[in-house]
């Protein structure tokens, strides 16, 4: 991979890469990119954690709310799972709906949207006993998305360009090889979508300040708004909202790289072998164009977006006195999840509907309903 950047770095007439340019290379070359590579990169022999690592608690709480949601809502019995990872989240949704419902799980189709070839192939396996799931490698084959369409940990791992303000001037930050080495390199805003971005979010940055513009993200979440006829869509990520974004805190951006559950702020060391990942700008997704035709109806921390889901419906008050059994594991997943301080801290999920009537008044069901 590194080979083959320092080529197209080469090749090209301006002489450096985008950091959005470079980070697509690196993460879903189809052979070279670290998404397509035959390797682990999910739990504990991998790169990173993600919530469904902490036992089957996450996809069951979803499974529990959807079967909720088809129930109470007038939507076609579909659930596409936009990048499923090992399949993980899919099989314990499908496990819990089955369990609650059998006549709904008959009508249900389960659909996966996964550019990854290698992690296809994990979820195939995962999900083998499932004969009501269907697999695309993009949005375009999908087609039209009626139901409900969800994601965890997917916006993060989009391309970003970076910007960085120098003596009162907008720059982009590029990527450049001296000494054989990748370095940085700041070039004035020549590109008009960047511009446009920063002045949509009203963004304006501090002498100093980094940020990362998702306009990959922009295009995709585009793309499928447009493709939602009538259905809930549900993000769940890591980001900050644009007053977030202005904290001194975050002045150096949020890019960084994962390898073996090590972090390293230099994303240029190792590409196509490590991770790369960003804070996901919520206020993008929150405040979409009108257009669109898509409503927001709750945004919220992680830890109560579960609760209301209905996640302690899994807790085993009379679990076996065995700290290995299923209960025992499942009770303190989800203390793992729920607690402050815990992984859902970092988390938060948007809840958004296209042409669903009434969401606002029967988002949640009753406690007592679970």
């Known amino acids: 991979m590194e080979k083959f950047l320092k080529n197209m770095i080469a090749t090209n007439t301006q002489g450096f890469l985008s950091y959005a340019d470079f980070m697509k290379h690196a993460l879903y070359h189809p ?22 690592n902490v036992g089957d608690v996450f996809g069951r709480a979803l499974g529990r709310w959807f079967v909720y949601i088809f129930r109470n809502f007038e939507l076609d019995t579909r659930i596409i799972e936009l990048g499923a990872g090992t399949g993980k989240i899919a099989r314990s949704v499908l496990a819990i709906i089955k369990e609650l419902d059998e006549q709904l799980f008959s009508k249900l189709i389960y659909t996966i949207v996964d550019t990854s070839s290698y992690h296809q192939e994990l979820q195939k396996k995962s999900l083998e006993n ?11 084959e999908a087609g039209k998305l009626t139901g409900i369409i969800f994601s965890n940990e ?4 989009f391309p970003v360009h970076i910007v960085e303000k120098k003596n009162g001037q907008l720059y982009e930050v590029g990527i450049a090889v001296e000494q054989d080495a990748f370095v940085e390199q700041l070039i004035p805003v020549y590109n008009l979508e960047i511009e446009e971005y920063l002045n949509q979010q009203q963004l304006q940055l501090a002498e100093g300040q980094r940020i990362e513009i998702p306009l990959s993200m922009v295009h995709y979440y585009r793309e499928l708004a447009e493709q939602i006829q ?35 702020g230099n994303i240029l060391k190792n590409p196509g072998n490590i991770d790369m990942t960003t804070h996901i700008h919520w206020d993008t997704l929150r405040f979409c164009p ?23 419906a899994e807790f085993n008050e009379t679990a076996s006195l065995n700290p290995f059994s299923l209960e025992h594991k499942r009770n303190r997943a989800i203390r793992t999840l729920i607690e402050p301080g815990q992984i ?19 988002l949640f069901a009753p406690p007592l309903f679970y």
């Open 31 to 52: 052979e070279l990119g670290y998404y397509s590579r035959e390797q682990q990169k999910i739990g504990a022999n991998g790169d990173f954690y993600t919530s469904s």
């Open 130 to 140: 499932y004969t009501n799931v269907t697999y695309y490698n993009c949005l375009q």
């Open 154 to 157: 997917f916006f993060d791992a």
């Open 230 to 264: 009538k259905g809930l869509l549900l993000t769940i990520d890591y980001g900050y909202t644009n007053e977030e974004w202005r904290d001194p805190a975050h002045r150096d951006g949020s890019i960084r790289g994962y390898n073996r559950h090590k972090m390293t």
């Open 290 to 312: 009108k257009e669109l035709n898509v409503e927001t109806v709750a945004f919220m921390p992680q830890n109560e977006f579960l609760m209301s889901c209905g996640i302690f």
């Open 344 to 362: 859902s801290s970092y988390f938060k999920a948007l809840v958004q509907v296209k042409n669903l009537e009434k969401a606002h008044e029967n």
